[in-house]
C-alpha cells in the first residue's frame, strides 16, 4: 500500500496538471480571440509554420468551394486583412467551446459568429507545440459563408 501512494505521489510530480495540454490549448485560444477582437496582425503569428488552413465557403445557392492554404500565405492574408476588418467592424466571437485531446495536441472545436455577417459556422482548431517549441495552430478547419 504504502509503494502504490508512493508511486501515485511520484506520478503527481512528474505529470504537472497541465500534462495533458489543455492549460496551453485555453491560453492559446483565449489569446486567438483577443487578438482577433482587436485586429492584431499578431494573430497570425499564432500559425505554426506548417499549419495546415482549410475553409470550406457554402454559398447560398447549396454550392461550396474549399480552399486549402499554406501558413504562410495565410499568415500574410491575415496581416493584410486586419486593417480591413478593423474598418468594417468585421470579427466574430465564440461559443460551445470544447477542448478535446488528441495524441499530443489538443483539438478545440466551437461555434463561430460572424457580427458582420450575422451567421454561425463551425471552427476546428488542432493546437499544439510548433516544431518543438511554443504551442500554436496546427490545423484551422473552418466554414464560411459569402
Excluded at 500534462?19 to 477582437?37: H, I, K, M, P, W
Excluded at 486593417?83 to 470579427?91: G, T, Y
Amino acid at each position: 500500500m504504502r509503494s502504490l501512494v508512493l508511486s501515485c505521489l511520484l506520478l503527481s510530480i512528474a505529470m504537472p496538471a497541465h500534462a495533458d495540454g489543455t492549460t496551453e490549448a485555453r491560453a492559446l485560444f483565449q489569446r486567438y480571440e483577443q487578438l482577433a477582437a482587436t485586429y492584431d496582425p499578431a494573430f497570425a503569428d499564432l500559425y505554426c509554420d506548417a499549419a495546415l488552413v482549410r475553409n470550406t465557403r457554402r454559398f447560398p445557392d447549396g454550392t461550396e468551394r474549399t480552399l486549402e492554404l499554406p501558413a504562410a500565405q495565410y499568415k500574410d492574408l491575415v496581416r493584410a486583412a486586419m486593417p480591413v476588418a478593423r474598418q468594417r467592424s468585421d470579427r466574430s466571437t465564440f461559443s460551445s467551446v470544447a477542448f478535446t485531446r488528441e495524441g499530443d495536441a489538443v483539438r478545440i472545436t466551437a461555434s463561430r459568429y460572424s457580427l458582420l455577417k450575422d451567421y454561425t459556422s463551425p471552427i476546428s482548431l488542432k493546437v499544439a507545440a510548433c516544431d518543438g517549441g511554443a504551442w500554436g495552430i496546427l490545423e484551422e478547419i473552418s466554414e464560411s459563408r459569402p
